[in-house]
Antibody, heavy 121, light 107 residues
Framework: QITLKESGPTVVKPTQTLTLTCTFSGFSLSTSGLGVGWIRQPPGKVLEWLALIYWDDDKRYSPSLKNRLTLTKDTSKNQVVLTMTNMDPVDTATYFC?????????????WGQGTLVTVSS | DIQMTQSPSSVSASVGDRVTITCRASQDISSSLGWYQQKPGKAPNLLIYLASSVQSGVPSRFSGSGSGTDFTLTISSLQPEDSATYYCQQANSFPLTFGGGTKVEIK
């Protein structure tokens, strides 16, 4: 059974750095072809892709946020960590992590439940 | 970036109706497209990948078609549990981008 779960702060202040952890089970990110991505959704708005890390440590970032995002993985802990610097109220959103497989060609087959992050002073 | 335009933005239909949602890409994306269903307060659920491949466990009333720039998601016989918002996502190139969503309501 494949599961993913996001964890991190629910509230951050403007200019602070957000650190979110995706902890997963049922697969290993050392398996060829697999990747874990992050997608966010502001309240009542549409989905926005943020970043993706593959089994071989290839990393891709949204160009509009690239200067603020960092992805790392810890294969032994089955975790992927996303950091986002200089948080702003417009970054208030539910943040999802999700799995992809090269057979699916960059769409996401398993998702975490999401975690709502509010940026407020 | 590749822009994904969905239409209509919302649709209201009766149980048993055939519902069609369209997604148009701003440039050729071959068959690199997925469709998701999202219910309020939940994560998206993958329905279709590679434009027409149905994800395991998805009811057979859901189907996808298209290639290039024009794609369609069809619900052949709408069920009450299909009330949700549907999103397309292009997977041809980074950055990955999503459509604006189509809200399906049951009359």
């Amino acid at each position: 059974q494949i599961t993913l779960k996001e964890s991190g702060p629910t509230v951050v202040k403007p200019t602070q750095t957000l650190t979110l952890t995706c902890t997963f089970s049922g697969f290993s990110l050392s398996t060829s072809g697999l990747g874990v991505g992050w997608i966010r959704q502001p309240p009542g708005k549409v989905l926005e892709w943020l970043a993706l890390i593959y089994w071989d440590d290839d990393k891709r970032y949204s160009p509009s946020l690239k200067n603020r995002l960092t992805l790392t993985k810890d294969t032994s802990k089955n975790q992927v960590v996303l950091t986002m610097t200089n948080m702003d109220p417009v970054d208030t959103a539910t943040y999802f992590c999700a799995r992809t497989d090269t057979e699916l060609w960059r769409v996401f087959d398993y998702w975490g439940q999401g975690t709502l992050v509010t940026v407020s002073s | 970036d590749i822009q994904m335009t969905q239409s209509p933005s919302s649709v209201s239909a009766s149980v048993g109706d055939r519902v069609t949602i369209t997604c148009r890409a701003s440039q050729d994306i071959s068959s690199s497209l997925g469709w998701y269903q999202q219910k309020p307060g939940k994560a998206p659920n993958l329905l279709i990948y590679l434009a027409s491949s149905v994800q395991s466990g998805v009811p057979s009333r859901f189907s996808g078609s298209g290639s290039g720039t024009d794609f369609t998601l069809t619900i052949s016989s709408l069920q009450p549990e299909d009330s949700a918002t549907y999103y397309c996502q292009q997977a041809n190139s980074f950055p990955l981008t999503f459509g604006g969503g189509t809200k399906v309501e049951i009359k």
